[in-house]
């Protein structure tokens, strides 16, 4: 079901055999690197994140956008946001790496930072690096990505039984 913020596909409902399929795909095992009972600082969540990443295990998470996104020196890259710049919305991506040495800067104020997620969008490959882009540690570190949360193991049918293709 591909991402699209277009009417009339935006408020499309999916069709029963979605839902039946969906139903076919269990998450079995999951956790929290960021639980709410626990307070975890900061560098913990991420030093967690980066743990798992390590072992190839993703980790999902909610940000905050801000009205700098997109306006970075590198394809892909989500500036650190500028002094007084307010969140406008709030997207869902998915952690798949990281670089300790990646440098992003911010074009509309020169704020820059080192160190960052990289990250895979839900719209699609015409965004970033062809759908990958990166997300400074600074976002973590100031909590402004945070709700991390990493499966452990699934369930699924073979959707080629079907008749459909896998990505």
């Known amino acids: 079901w591909p991402y ?9 409902e999916p069709t029963s055999f979605v839902y039946a399929l969906a139903e076919s795909y269990k998450t079995v095992r999951y956790f929290s690197h960021d639980p709410l009972s626990q307070n975890r600082a900061p560098r913990q969540v991420l030093a967690s994140v980066k743990r798992y990443l390590i072992l190839s295990i993703p980790s999902m998470f909610g940000f905050y956008g801000f009205p700098s996104f997109g306006r970075s020196d590198i394809k892909g890259g989500i500036p650190y946001p500028c002094q007084g710049e307010q969140a406008q919305w709030g997207h869902a991506l998915v952690a798949v790496g990281y670089d300790d040495n990646i440098k992003i800067k911010n074009l509309s104020c020169n ?57």
Do not use: C, H, Q
Request: charged fraction near 30%; aromatic fraction near 16%.
């Open 111 to 167: 704020k820059k930072t080192t160190g960052a997620l990289l990250i895979r969008n839900s719209w699609g490959i015409g965004w970033g690096d062809k759908g990958y882009g990166w997300l400074p540690y600074d976002y973590v570190l100031n909590r402004l990505a945070l709700d991390f949360w990493s499966l452990l193991s699934m369930e699924w049918v073979d959707t080629g039984k079907f008749g459909l293709k896998a990505d």
């Open 4 to 12: 699209t913020d277009k009417k009339p596909d935006f408020d499309e």
